[in-house]
C-alpha cells in the first residue's frame, strides 16, 4: 500500500481565498509531482520537484506554486483561487532510480465559487 | 517527446469475456511501465510494473506485457467482471524520466 496522503480531500471555497493543498510521503522518494485532472480528462503534470529546494514547471501552466523544504512534505499552493481552478489535483511520487515504480495519493477535489 | 495512445478509448463488455487493452509509446527507450486503474473521482492505483528488461508481469487475473521493440504494451483482464470497471491508464516515463501517461481506456463490465 502507498504511504502518500492528500488533504483536504475536499474543497469548496470562494473566489480570491488563498489555498494550499498537502502532500505527504513516507517513502523518502526524491521525486515527487502535481497532476491537474478535470473529470473523465487526461492528467496533466503543472509541478514536479527532483528533491529538496528543487521545483520545476510541467507542461500544463499554472497560477500554482509549490514549494519542496523537506523530502516528504510538497504542498501545492493558489494565491488567489479563481472558479477556473476547479479541478482534482492529485500528488504522486516516485522510486526513481531504483524501481522507478510511481505512488498516487486519492487526490483533492476543489471547487471554486 | 514521448507520446502515449491507448486504444480503445472505450469498452462495454458482459461480464465474464477476456479484455484486451493497448498502449503505444513513441520513444522505445523506456525506464519502465507502469498500468493504473483510475475509478471515478479518485486517485491512481497501481496495477502492474513492468521494467525495460521484463517482457511480462502477471497479477490475479491481469497480465501485462511489453515489447520495447514496437513501442506496444497490452493489459490482458481475464474473465472481467462488474469490479473491473474504472479507467485504465498505462505511463511510461518521457524526458527527464518524467511519467507520460495515455488518455486511458474507459472499461464498462455488465452483469
Known amino acids: 500500500e502507498a504511504d502518500i496522503y492528500q488533504t483536504p480531500r475536499y474543497l469548496v471555497i470562494g473566489t480570491g481565498k488563498k489555498i494550499t493543498l498537502e502532500c505527504s510521503q513516507t517513502m523518502g522518494h526524491d521525486k515527487m509531482y502535481w497532476y491537474q485532472q478535470d473529470p473523465g480528462m487526461e492528467l496533466h503534470l503543472i509541478h514536479y520537484?527532483?528533491?529538496?529546494?528543487?521545483?520545476e514547471k510541467g507542461d500544463l501552466s499554472s497560477e500554482s506554486t509549490v514549494s519542496r523544504i523537506r523530502t516528504e512534505h510538497f504542498p501545492l499552493t493558489l494565491e488567489s483561487a479563481r472558479p477556473s481552478h476547479t479541478s482534482q489535483y492529485l500528488c504522486a511520487s516516485s522510486e526513481f532510480p531504483n524501481t522507478g515504480e510511481l505512488f498516487f495519493g486519492e487526490g483533492s477535489r476543489l471547487t471554486v465559487l | 517527446k514521448q507520446e502515449v495512445t491507448q486504444i480503445p478509448a472505450a469498452l462495454s463488455v458482459p461480464e465474464g469475456e477476456n479484455l484486451v487493452l493497448n498502449c503505444s509509446f513513441t520513444d522505445s527507450a523506456i525506464y519502465n511501465l507502469q498500468w493504473f486503474r483510475q475509478d471515478p473521482g479518485k486517485g491512481l492505483t497501481s496495477l502492474l510494473l513492468i521494467q525495460s528488461s521484463q517482457r511480462e508481469q502477471t497479477s490475479g487475473r491481469l497480465n501485462a506485457s511489453l515489447d520495447k521493440s514496437s513501442g506496444r504494451s497490452t493489459l490482458y483482464i481475464a474473465a472481467s467482471q462488474p469490479g473491473d470497471s474504472a479507467t485504465y491508464l498505462c505511463?511510461?516515463?518521457?524526458?527527464?524520466?518524467?511519467?507520460?501517461f495515455g488518455r486511458g481506456t474507459s472499461l464498462i463490465v455488465h452483469p
Open positions: 505511463a511510461v516515463p518521457g524526458g527527464s524520466y518524467i511519467p507520460t
Open positions: 520537484s527532483y528533491g529538496v529546494n528543487s521545483t
